[in-house]
C-alpha cells in the first residue's frame, strides 16, 4: 500500500511539475524552425477512493485509473498509441486487466488521401446507421480497427473502412459504462460517398456488421445497413435542411428467427434572421435494433431518452436574440409517440439566458414531458454568474427534477431531486464549489453533500472532490445512464504536450 | 507492473519536448476542405478555438473574439473555428453560427478526431494559438477573459 502511495504521490507530483513547462511563456511566440519531427504526449490520471453510502463497514474501494497517449509524426505519417493502466478493483471481473493497450494507428496522409491502419471513429450520416464515438464521462470509447481509406475534395467525399469494433477495456472514469463488447466480438465493412451536386450535397452510405459471442467462431447475426443523405442550404445561406433515411436488415444465421426490416429517417430545417431562429426537427425510427449507432433523440439531456429503436417525434423550437445579441430566450415543443410505452409524448420547454452588465449572467429552464398517462417529468433550472472583483466571481446554481412513474397503475412512484451548488472563481485558473442534494425519494439516505476544487493552467488541469453525489440519471452527449451513487474521494489531473 | 509506471513518471518529469500543433484536414461548413498548414501565414498566428452550440462559453469567447478583431483588423491574427457537436445538436451549427455573427472557417469535427488530438479530455472550451511555424504558443482551457489581452501580447512580441 505504501509502495503505490508512493507511486500516486510520484505520477500527481511529476504532472504538476511538467505543468508549468508547458505552453510558451505569455507574451511570446516561437521563432524556431518548422519542427519537421513531432511528439505529444498527453496522461489522464483518476485516483478515487470510493465507500459504501449504505454500509460503513465495507471496506473502502481504492483505485488508480491511468491512460496514456502517444503521438508521433514526421511529414505525412503519424502514429499513436494509447494505453490505459488500472490498480485497484481486483475483484471486479468486468475490469480485471491492469495494463492494456487499448488503441494503436498509423496514418499517412498524401494529398486528398486519408489511409488508417488501426484505430479510428467513423460515422454514417447522423450516426443512425453507425456511430463509434469516445464519450469521456461514461469511459465509452469505441473505434473500429482495421483498415481505413478516406478521400476528400471539395466535391467529393469517399469512405471506406473494415475492422473489428474495439471497445476500452479500461475505461477511466468515475462511473464508466460496461464494456458493450465484454461477451462478443463485432466485425464491420462499410463504404459512405457524397457529393456536391452544385444544389446541396447528396449522400449514401451501406455498412455490414457480422456479431459473434465470444464462445463461437461462427457469426451469429448479421445486420446490413444501406441510406441516403441530402443536405442543402437555401436563403443566402439562412436556411438549412438535412435528411437521412436508412434501411436495417437483420439476419440471425444460425436461428431461425425472423426479424422485421428496420427504417430510420431523421430530417431537420431551420432557418436564422436578423436575431432569431426556428428549427424544427423529425425522426422516424422503427425496429432498428443496432447497437454501434448515437442517433439524434431530439429530447433534453434531464430525460431518460433510451428509447432510439422504436420512436417517433417532431419538434419545433424558437430562439429570440435580446440586448444587442447578448441575451435570449427560447421555447421548443416536441410530440411524438414511444411505442416501447405505447404512448403518446408531448415536452415543452421554455427557457432564457440573460447578460447583465459586462460579466454576468443568469440562465434558466423549465419544461414539463407527459407519457400521456403512465409518467411524467417536471425539471426547473436555474443558474447565474456574479462577477466580484477582478477575474472573481461567485457562481450559484438550483435544479428540481420531479418524474412520476406509473400515473395508470394506482399507485405511482415519485423521483424527487433536488439540487443547489455554489461555486467561487478566484481567478481564471481555480475554484472552489460545495454541492447539496436533497432526494427524498431515495430510500436510503437523502442527504448528499460534496467540496471540489479545480485548477487549470496551460496544458495541466487537475481536480479534488470530497463528498456524495446521490446518482440517478446522467447524460452526456445523448446518451443517459443511471449512475450508482458516489462516496469518498478522487483527484483527477491532466496533463497534455 | 511496476515499469509502465516508472516510464510513465518519466515521461512526465520530461520538460524539454516538441509543440507543434497537429496538422489536419477536414470539411468546413460552407463546404469546402481547410488544412491548418495552409493557413500559417508569414508575420501571422492562428488562433484554433474548439467549441459546440450548446457550450455557452464557447460562444463567449467566439463573440469576445469576432468583437476584437472587428474593432482592430490590424492584429495579425487568423482565427479557426472546429466545431465538435455530435448528431443530437448537429442541427444547430449553421443557425447558431450565423446567430453569433461568426465570420471564420468552421471546420466539422463530428467524429471528434481533432479534438481528441489537440485535447484528449474533451473539454471545452478549448483553444490553442499557433504561431506562423505551427508551433503551439499558449492554450486556453475554460473561458477566460483575459484571452484576447494574452494574444494580443503574443503577437505583438513577434511583430516586434
Redesign the interface.
Known amino acids: 500500500m505504501k509502495t503505490k502511495r508512493a507511486?500516486v504521490c510520484?505520477?500527481v507530483l511529476?504532472?504538476a511539475?511538467?505543468a508549468p513547462?508547458?505552453?510558451?511563456s505569455?507574451?511570446?511566440?516561437?521563432?524556431?524552425?518548422?519542427?519537421p519531427?513531432?511528439?505529444?504526449?498527453?496522461?489522464?490520471a483518476l485516483v478515487a477512493s470510493r465507500k459504501d453510502p449504505e454500509d460503513p463497514t465495507i471496506p473502502d474501494q481504492n483505485t488508480i485509473l491511468?491512460?496514456?497517449?502517444l503521438?508521433a509524426?514526421y511529414g505525412q505519417v503519424?502514429a499513436?498509441l494509447t494505453?490505459t493502466?488500472l490498480i485497484g478493483l481486483e475483484t471486479d471481473s468486468e475490469r480485471t486487466k491492469?495494463?492494456v493497450l487499448e488503441k494503436k494507428r498509423v496514418v499517412w496522409?498524401p494529398g486528398?488521401f486519408?489511409i488508417t491502419a488501426g484505430d479510428?471513429?467513423?460515422?454514417l450520416g447522423?450516426?443512425?446507421a453507425l456511430?463509434t464515438?469516445?464519450d469521456?464521462v461514461f469511459g465509452l470509447d469505441t473505434t473500429i480497427e482495421g483498415g481505413h481509406v478516406r478521400y476528400?475534395?471539395?466535391a467529393w467525399?469517399v469512405n471506406a473502412f473494415a475492422g473489428r469494433l474495439n471497445a476500452y477495456s479500461v475505461p477511466v472514469a468515475v462511473n464508466p459504462m460496461s464494456n458493450p463488447l465484454l461477451h462478443r466480438s463485432a466485425n464491420i465493412a462499410a463504404v459512405a460517398a457524397s457529393f456536391?451536386t452544385g444544389f446541396g450535397?447528396l449522400g449514401g452510405h451501406v455498412a455490414s456488421t457480422w456479431v459473434k459471442p465470444n464462445t463461437s467462431d461462427v457469426a451469429d447475426r448479421q445486420f446490413r445497413i444501406a441510406g441516403a443523405t441530402y443536405e442543402t442550404?437555401f436563403g443566402d445561406?439562412?436556411g438549412?435542411l438535412?435528411v437521412e433515411s436508412n434501411v436495417l436488415l437483420t439476419d440471425y444465421l444460425t436461428l431461425p428467427i425472423e426479424q422485421p426490416n428496420g427504417y430510420g429517417s431523421y430530417g431537420?430545417v431551420?432557418?436564422?434572421g436578423d436575431?432569431w431562429?426556428v428549427?424544427v426537427?423529425g425522426k422516424d425510427y422503427r425496429d432498428f435494433y443496432y447497437d454501434f449507432r448515437?442517433?439524434?433523440?431530439?429530447e433534453e439531456d434531464v430525460v431518460i431518452s433510451l428509447n432510439t429503436q422504436n420512436v417517433s417525434a417532431g419538434k419545433v423550437l424558437f430562439?429570440k436574440?435580446l440586448n444587442d445579441?447578448?441575451s435570449s430566450v427560447w421555447a421548443s415543443t416536441l410530440v411524438g409517440e414511444d411505442r416501447f410505452l405505447h404512448t403518446d409524448i408531448v415536452h415543452g420547454v421554455v427557457g432564457t439566458?440573460l447578460k447583465i452588465g459586462k460579466?454576468g449572467q443568469i440562465?434558466a429552464k423549465a419544461g414539463y414531458r407527459d407519457e400521456l398517462g403512465k409518467n411524467d417529468l417536471t425539471h426547473a433550472m436555474v443558474r447565474s454568474k456574479i462577477p466580484t472583483w477582478t477575474?472573481q466571481s461567485l457562481e450559484l446554481g438550483a435544479r428540481k427534477q420531479r418524474a412520476r412513474r406509473g400515473l395508470d397503475l394506482g399507485e405511482p412512484t415519485f423521483d424527487d431531486r433536488n439540487y443547489v451548488d455554489v461555486a467561487y472563481n478566484f481567478s481564471?485558473r481555480w475554484n472552489v464549489a460545495v454541492g447539496y442534494e436533497y432526494v427524498p425519494s431515495n430510500p436510503g439516505n437523502v442527504h448528499f453533500a460534496n467540496a471540489s476544487a479545480n485548477y487549470?493552467n496551460?496544458?495541466f488541469?487537475g481536480r479534488v472532490f470530497v463528498g456524495q453525489t446521490s446518482g440517478g440519471t446522467q447524460c452526456s452527449?445523448?446518451i443517459c445512464r443511471q449512475v450508482p451513487p458516489f462516496s469518498g474521494a478522487m483527484v483527477e489531473t491532466?496533463?497534455?504536450? | 507492473?511496476k515499469a509502465?509506471?516508472v516510464l510513465?513518471?518519466a515521461?512526465?518529469?520530461?520538460?524539454a519536448?516538441?509543440?507543434?500543433a497537429?496538422?489536419f484536414?477536414?470539411?468546413t461548413l460552407d463546404?469546402?476542405?481547410l488544412q491548418l498548414r495552409e493557413q500559417l501565414k508569414p508575420g501571422r498566428?492562428v488562433l484554433l478555438t474548439f467549441w459546440a452550440t450548446w457550450c455557452?462559453p464557447c460562444l463567449d469567447e467566439l463573440?469576445t473574439v469576432t468583437g476584437e478583431l472587428a474593432k482592430d483588423a490590424s492584429i495579425p491574427l487568423d482565427v479557426v473555428s472546429v466545431n465538435v457537436d455530435?448528431?443530437?445538436t448537429?442541427?444547430?451549427i449553421?443557425?447558431?453560427a450565423?446567430?453569433?455573427?461568426l465570420k471564420f472557417p468552421v471546420v466539422l469535427d463530428?467524429?471528434?478526431?481533432i479534438f481528441?488530438?489537440?485535447?484528449?479530455?474533451?473539454?471545452l472550451p478549448f483553444s490553442v494559438l499557433i504561431?506562423?511555424?505551427?508551433?503551439?504558443?499558449?492554450?486556453f482551457?475554460?473561458?477566460?477573459?483575459?484571452m484576447f489581452a494574452?494574444i494580443r501580447?503574443?503577437?505583438a512580441?513577434?511583430k516586434n
Open positions: 507511486r510520484l505520477v511529476s504532472s511539475l511538467a513547462s508547458f505552453g510558451a505569455e507574451g511570446a511566440i516561437e521563432t524556431s524552425s518548422p519542427i519531427f513531432v511528439f505529444r504526449f498527453s496522461d489522464h491511468h491512460e496514456n497517449q503521438e509524426a503519424a499513436t494505453y493502466n491492469a495494463f496522409k486528398a486519408e479510428a471513429y467513423q460515422q447522423r450516426g443512425i456511430a464515438y469516445r469521456p476528400k475534395s471539395d467525399d456536391d450535397r442550404t445561406g439562412a438549412s438535412y431537420a431551420a432557418w436564422t436575431g431562429r428549427k426537427e448515437r442517433p439524434p433523440t431530439l430562439e436574440r445579441g447578448r439566458k460579466r440562465e477575474s481564471e487549470r496551460g496544458g488541469a452527449g445523448g491532466t496533463v497534455t504536450f | 507492473m509502465p509506471f510513465l513518471a515521461f512526465v518529469s520530461v520538460s519536448f516538441a509543440v507543434s497537429p496538422d484536414r477536414e470539411r463546404g469546402k476542405q498566428a455557452g463573440r455530435a448528431p443530437d448537429a442541427a444547430d449553421r443557425p447558431v450565423k446567430l453569433n455573427g463530428a467524429k471528434q478526431d481528441g488530438r489537440y485535447n484528449p479530455q474533451k473539454t504561431d506562423e511555424h505551427g508551433s503551439v504558443v499558449t492554450t482551457s475554460g473561458y477566460q477573459e483575459s494574452t501580447k503574443a503577437v512580441s513577434a
